[in-house]
């Protein structure tokens, strides 16, 4: 189970206008914060490469772009590892690869049967190229929502029940979508709404073009599969940025919504924005790299993925120039100080003398100790204080000779200066019968 998946923004914004509203508080529109009362951005220190040519077995073109982390063991109950990073070619074919590791520190393998999506899907289309994936958990479908251009005119949406092997499910936007002119319809990122009063559960950042312009475009959806799109874009060239941005992702960072992009100046910004997707700050470099490149200018950093888990903050990108990109990554000490619990939860299901069990595992890495509960619907244990560094893994029996599918609940307790702090996390565990 994540500690920290993508974060369910509409619950963080929603939360925060109800506790307003039980003070007797008038709820606005979330407004963007002056410069003074932001929080430092995390400084990120280069950490390496992830796709290394040499060592990669599908690798038709040299050059790997558009990482997308996904916490499997959320989702999935026998995963490859702990993390899936997705990630693709993009000049012909492209093709739709998977790497994961138990660790984001690495070391990543790579999945034996890449690509899982490539660009000849029949009879659902055939194109030059797919890439630039961009996952999230569906959670009205209850499946993994695989969102990827191909070609560069259209987004699509294929989805899985083990981030594996994915069935095609329709275009999401398209050039005609975005108005007159558009050329370029691709390198989506989609996430959970963050406007709590919003008729729509899921948002959109994807890069158009018109005129050999490339800005960011918001699209919103009510169940990930048919979208909105607005007629104004929410990111355009200007003087921080170049001519051209593209690749957005929204990133939430103590309390403040920004739109992160890479630009035609080689750099990864961020600008403010607010839960509606309307109003932005002005751009501050989150990311660069002063390594000359060969050409003598600065070395490309772009597509920016944000991972904040293990007490650590986790800065995926691609980098290099065009068709000679890498994913790399880059990490920081500095961890959200609103995310008081950091517990990897686990479950796996087994055997024992004829009797179905599950073996729930928490380990707490939330630098304090935590009350845990692990609960399924046969047995439940808890656990008080469980230290920073610590595990516990007991054995809950179904007491009978099989469990159905289903999941160990994870209740978190822990008290910080006097204010009681809860959450819930899961994991999902297999049937078996013994």
């Known amino acids: 189970m994540s500690r920290h998946p993508r974060p369910r923004l509409r619950h963080l914004v929603a939360t925060a206008a109800a506790a307003a509203l039980a003070l007797g508080a008038v709820v606005a529109a979330p407004a963007v914060p002056t410069a003074e009362a932001l929080a430092p951005l995390p400084v990120f220190t280069e950490a390496g490469e992830i796709t290394v040519d040499s060592q990669l077995t599908y690798n038709p073109t040299g050059e790997q772009i558009f990482p997308s982390v996904l916490h499997a063991s959320e989702y999935f109950a026998n995963p490859l590892g702990e993390w899936y990073l997705y990630y693709a070619p993009h000049e012909n074919p492209g093709g739709i690869s998977l790497m994961y590791a138990d660790d984001l520190d690495g070391p990543w393998t790579e999945y034996t049967a890449n690509p899982v999506v490539a660009n000849v899907w029949q009879p659902h289309y055939s194109t030059y190229h797919v890439s630039s994936p961009d996952v999230i958990w569906n959670t009205q479908a209850d499946k993994l929502f695989l969102y990827f251009h191909g070609g560069n005119d259209v987004t699509r949406i294929a989805s899985s029940d083990d981030g594996i092997t994915f069935d095609y499910e329709k275009i999401a936007v398209s050039n005609a979508m975005g108005g007159t002119g558009v050329t370029e319809t691709s390198y989506a990122r989609v996430f959970p709404h963050p406007d709590p009063a919003s008729a729509y559960e899921y948002a959109m ?218 959450a819930t996390v899961t994991a999902p565990y297999a049937a078996i019968t013994c």
């Open 205 to 422: 950042f994807y890069m158009d073009n018109v005129n050999n312009s490339r800005r960011i475009r918001v699209a919103e959806s009510v169940d990930g599969l048919d979208w909105v799109v607005r007629p104004t874009p929410i990111v355009t060239g200007g003087s921080a940025e170049g001519a051209n941005v593209s690749s957005a992702n929204l990133w939430e960072w103590e309390g403040q919504l920004y739109v992160i992009y890479h630009a035609t100046t080689k750099k990864i910004l961020a600008r403010t924005i607010d839960a509606t997707l309307t109003t932005t700050g002005p751009a501050a470099l989150l990311y660069s790299l002063p390594t000359a490149a060969p050409n003598g200018g600065a070395l490309r950093v772009a597509s920016p993925e944000i991972v904040s888990a293990e007490g650590k903050t986790y800065l995926f990108y691609e980098r290099g120039d065009r068709l000679d990109a890498t994913i790399s990554h880059a990490v920081s000490d500095a961890y959200p100080s609103d995310q008081p619990f950091d517990v990897d939860v686990t479950a796996t299901s087994s055997c024992a003398n004829g009797v179905a069990r599950v073996v729930a595992s928490a380990h707490n890495e939330s630098g304090r100790a935590v009350d845990i509960r692990l609960t399924t619907p046969f047995a439940d244990r808890k656990f008080t204080g469980v230290a920073n560094g610590a595990t516990v893994s007991p054995t809950l029996s179904a007491g009978a000779a099989s469990v159905a599918a289903g999941s160990v609940t994870a209740s978190l307790f822990v008290r910080i200066d006097g204010v009681a702090k809860t």
